[in-house]
């Protein structure tokens, strides 16, 4: 003979008191690292409740099952509670302090200091500064300190500092990344969009330089583009000197002309998943130099040309190496959502919130 019952068991807390020392700190690799310490946790009340078929019997018997259950809770809930907190400090140590692009650039974003607690938040200060793989020497220039402002609407906000960006640019540079080459077929490919056809830009060309070799532009940035922020404004000046040749068959390189050149551009912004994607688009170009007469319409016409040229061949190429990105930090299973960007003066501000996204979940849900 045997019989089952059915029936729900509640286990009900009261008089929790709970007290620990939370020590947010910087290692040796520039990771943020948290420790509980002093941890105490007491539970000062245990009440069993059965319910169900036979419950008058079984809460006969609860009151003797509190108490052990009561001193084995508090015996084991601060073990508990720290292996949590030793999985949170994995979470968060595990946030990649360096991360390379392509061959040549490395981008540090290493915690300068332990993290700065207030009533309402918690401040990271990161370092964020670009360097050719191999060489780690800091640029010229040091940052200038700024201030996010006091919001509370998002999770999260990172600011951006001009120093980030000019520190790109100035890397950038060095490893000759804005120096461009484009050949006739290449001129030709970019050149489609443009209403005028690209017949009508090398007829152009062919009148003010008579030439019957393929064609070859040569875009050099002559020195760090110039980064500017100022509210609601991300504008890069980029001086430059551009040089048209040919190659007869074969022989070597022939140049037709070269000038000097500044051009001004307007940077969009947008964050995509976890990086921050940057657009450019020509605002001014003007040709430059000890020999340009900006009164010459031969210098006038072939500035049109190559603005023409910068607009429907350079700029398409620059901007497909920016959509890699710059990546956002954020901890290890932690999404970044809703997230917004805004130019204020000598900085970027991204505000976002957060979403956590175990493992498990998306192995499950194929997230």
């Given at each position: 003979m045997s019989s089952r019952a059915e029936g729900r068991a509640a286990l009900f807390?009261?008089?929790?008191?709970?007290?620990?020392?939370?020590?947010?700190?910087r290692s040796d690799t520039g990771h943020p690292t948290m420790k509980l310490e002093d941890c105490y946790v007491r539970v000062g009340h245990a009440h069993i409740s059965f319910s169900g078929e036979?419950?008058?019997?079984?809460?006969?018997?609860?009151?003797?099952?509190?108490?052990?259950i009561l001193k084995n809770l508090n015996k084991k809930l601060c073990p508990i509670i720290m292996d949590r907190f030793e999985d949170i400090n994995a979470?968060?140590?595990?946030?990649?302090?360096?991360?390379?692009?392509g061959e040549d650039i490395l981008l540090d974003y290493?915690?300068?200091?332990?993290?700065?607690?207030?009533?309402?938040?918690?401040?990271?200060?990161?370092?964020?500064?670009?360097?050719?793989?191999?060489?780690?020497t800091d640029p010229p220039f040091q940052p200038v300190p700024f201030t996010l402002p006091d919001r509370g609407d998002s999770m999260l906000y990172i600011g951006i500092s001009e120093y980030f960006l000019r520190s790109a640019s100035f890397t950038y540079f060095l490893t000759g990344a804005f120096n461009i080459t484009l050949t006739t077929k290449e001129l030709s490919k970019h050149l489609i969009q443009n209403p005028q056809g690209i017949g009508s830009l090398f007829s152009q060309i062919a009148e003010l330089y008579i030439m019957s070799q393929p064609l070859m532009m040569r875009v050099l940035t002559t020195e760090p583009p110039v980064v500017s922020l100022e509210p609601n404004n991300f504008t890069l000046n980029i001086p430059g000197s551009v040089v048209m040749l040919t190659k007869p068959k074969n022989a070597t390189e022939e140049a037709i002309v070269s000038m000097d050149f500044v051009a001004s551009t307007s940077v969009g912004l947008a964050i995509l998943g976890q990086k921050l994607i940057c657009s450019l688009s020509l605002n001014r170009f003007r040709l430059s130099g000890p020999e340009s007469n900006r009164s010459s319409i031969e210098v006038l016409r072939f500035e049109n040309i190559l603005s023409s040229i910068l607009h429907f061949g350079v700029f398409p190429l620059a901007n497909a190496r920016l959509q890699q990105g710059f990546p956002l930090p954020n901890p290890h299973q932690i999404s970044l959502v809703k997230s917004d960007i805004e130019v204020h003066k000598g900085f970027l501000l991204v505000s976002t919130d957060l979403r956590y996204d175990p493992l498990w979940k998306k192995q499950h849900f194929g997230g």
């Open positions: 807390l009261a008089e929790i008191f709970f007290s620990g020392l939370i020590n947010l700190s036979f419950s008058v019997l079984y809460n006969s018997f609860a009151e003797p099952m509190e108490k052990p979470n968060i140590s595990s946030l990649e302090v360096v991360t390379k692009f290493s915690l300068l200091e332990p993290p700065e607690i207030t009533q309402s938040s918690i401040d990271l200060n990161l370092k964020g500064t670009f360097y050719q793989v191999g060489n780690l």
